[in-house]
């Protein structure tokens, strides 16, 4: 996201804090996949940034989110309680059926399951 915005000439994001959503997280190989759930009792962990609004056709892009077109991420708006305030933050969830053969990252961080995972591949 932050060599995005250099590449585009945009404003760098500024880190708010790390918060968590309701929902599920799996393994895409090189990426994770966040499965949104409503009463889920599994949280998964993220980092909040405040961004330029000329971002976001760019995160788009990097998530293939095109309008019109159905893709394994979709963009959503949802207020995420961070650092002891609330904020409309933009979430790439993935559809529930693109997961059902990936494996479940059952503590829901991204960074801890992929230096575990990379740690036992070496």
């Keep these: 996201m932050m060599r995005a915005a250099e590449r585009h000439g945009i ?6 804090g790390t918060s968590t959503l309701g ?16 009463g889920v009792d599994e949280r998964v962990t993220g980092d909040v940034y405040r961004i330029d609004t000329a971002l976001i056709p760019v995160l788009d892009e990097i998530e293939a989110v095109y309008p019109g077109e159905a893709g394994l991420f ?6 995420v309680a961070c650092a002891g305030a ?9 559809d529930a059926a693109a997961v059902s053969q990936l ?5 829901g961080d991204w960074i801890a399951y992929r230096q575990a995972r990379d740690a036992d591949a070496a």
Excluded: K
């Design 23 to 38: 929902g599920q997280l799996y393994d895409f190989g090189s990426y994770p996949g966040m499965v949104l759930g409503v």
């Design 86 to 94: 609330t904020y409309a933050c933009i979430v790439y969830p993935v």
């Design 103 to 107: 494996p479940r990252i059952p503590n």
């Design 74 to 79: 979709v963009r959503e708006m949802l207020d």
């Design 11 to 16: 404003a760098a994001p500024t880190y708010v």
